[in-house]
């Protein structure tokens, strides 16, 4: 497939930000710790030291940054299947989605939550990697995304098999730009209202062990994936042209002011007196659906309109991308670990922590691309 740097660039991005929000969460100011039950925290590492300006990095990131995440992921599903087939197809995505997560919440995951486990009340109690198995609970942390992926890649490869043209059957080409906010839309606010007038937003999905998922968003997920392997079975290049994402900026102001009127109904700036439970969640839901939307939209359109040229730097992050998203988690979570002791402003926290884990994880994978482990990167 010929590249497409705009997307290339736009998922290194998105990895980038995924580094960002986990760095963030130590100092946002709704963050908390747990003392008896440390994986109930909202981080495994929480500060006493806060910077508001990062709610609204957190806040933002968590609306819309894994659905776009799963959306470029789709782009190339429908070309890879017919260029391996699908037995090629489903055996690679295991071997480099499968293994990498094993890796991930076999070792790493307990690498990154063992500092959480010495901030709390079982530190005394010894015994961390029995009780982080078994008692506590196993969190897969930020591996969720790994398994999910891995399972939305098989539910849309089998129908290959049984089904002749397949790709024809559920590819499409966007022809204007109102073609992709209405679909997108759409599918958000049909994936999103309906759950949420049934689940609640904190319910988590949890099949066995680490195989966890939040409940009220999978489906979501699921949408978004399937809108881009939909878009990818068409030409990608067309689809998500410049021309069809010129709208970009008034998107990321939709966005924007999407985003802060969910932020004002949460903390109930609205009136919602006499108003049903049920239909506070639905006018949540739809803003919600709105700011993940245009906000994605937004930075699909700034991807295509800035990134159009090959540079070093940015090819480098791109191949070390996903090495990144696995390991950043344990090395983000130690860096505040060993802060938590300096008299730091929260602001220079941030930056230290996310820079010393994006560069070291960075030096890390490259390394790594020179070993067998490549095949897995």
């Known amino acids: 497939m010929k590249r497409d740097i705009a997307i290339d660039y736009l998922r290194s991005g998105i990895t980038v930000s995924v580094v960002a929000h986990h760095a963030a969460l130590a100092y946002n100011t709704f963050s908390y710790f747990d003392a008896k039950r440390y994986i109930r925290s909202t981080a495994p590492v929480v500060d006493t030291v806060r910077w508001m300006p990062l709610d609204l990095l957190v806040g933002w990131n968590d609306m819309f940054f894994m659905c776009l995440m799963f959306l470029v992921s789709g782009l190339f599903v429908v070309p890879s299947i017919e260029r391996k087939g699908v037995l090629h197809f489903l055996s690679d995505r295991s071997k480099r ?43 897969s942390g930020p591996s969720w995304f790994i398994w999910v992926l891995l399972a939305f890649c098989f539910l849309v490869a089998v129908p ?86 010129q709208p970009w900026p008034f998107w990321v102001a939709l966005g924007a002011l999407s ?14 007196a006499g108003m049903q439970v049920r239909l506070i969640n639905v006018l949540q839901a739809t803003v919600y659906s709105c700011c993940c939307t245009f906000t994605s939209l937004g930075a699909l359109g700034m991807a295509r309109f800035f990134f159009n040229t090959a540079r070093p730097l940015a090819d480098s992050l791109t191949d070390n991308a996903y090495g990144i998203y696995i390991f950043h988690y344990a090395f983000v979570i130690w860096m505040q670990y060993l802060l938590l002791a300096h008299q730091i402003p929260a602001a220079l926290k941030f930056l230290a922590s996310s820079t010393f884990a994006l560069s070291a994880i960075w030096l890390l ?9 490549k095949k897995f990167l």
């Open 365 to 373: 994978t490259s390394l790594l691309h020179k070993t067998p482990a």
């Open 97 to 139: 989605l499968g293994i990498p997560f094993v890796v991930c919440v076999v070792l790493l995951s307990p690498l990154a939550y063992y500092p959480a486990w010495l901030s709390s009340e079982a530190a005394g109690q010894g015994n961390f990697l029995y009780r982080f198995f078994t008692v506590d609970g196993w969190s």
């Open 259 to 272: 985003y802060l009127v969910h932020g004002a109904m949460e903390a109930r700036l609205f009136c919602f």
């Open 160 to 245: 290959h098999l049984f089904i002749r043209d397949f790709r024809k059957r559920v590819s499409w080409s966007v022809n204007s730009p109102a073609n992709l906010v209405i679909m997108l839309l759409a599918v958000s606010l049909l994936a999103t209202v309906p759950v949420r007038l049934f689940v609640a937003p904190t319910s988590c999905l949890n099949p066995w062990g680490p195989l966890q998922v939040q409940t009220w968003r999978l489906l979501l997920y699921f949408a978004w994936f399937l809108v881009g392997v939909v878009i990818g079975g068409a030409k990608i290049q067309h689809s998500l042209s410049r021309e069809n994402l």
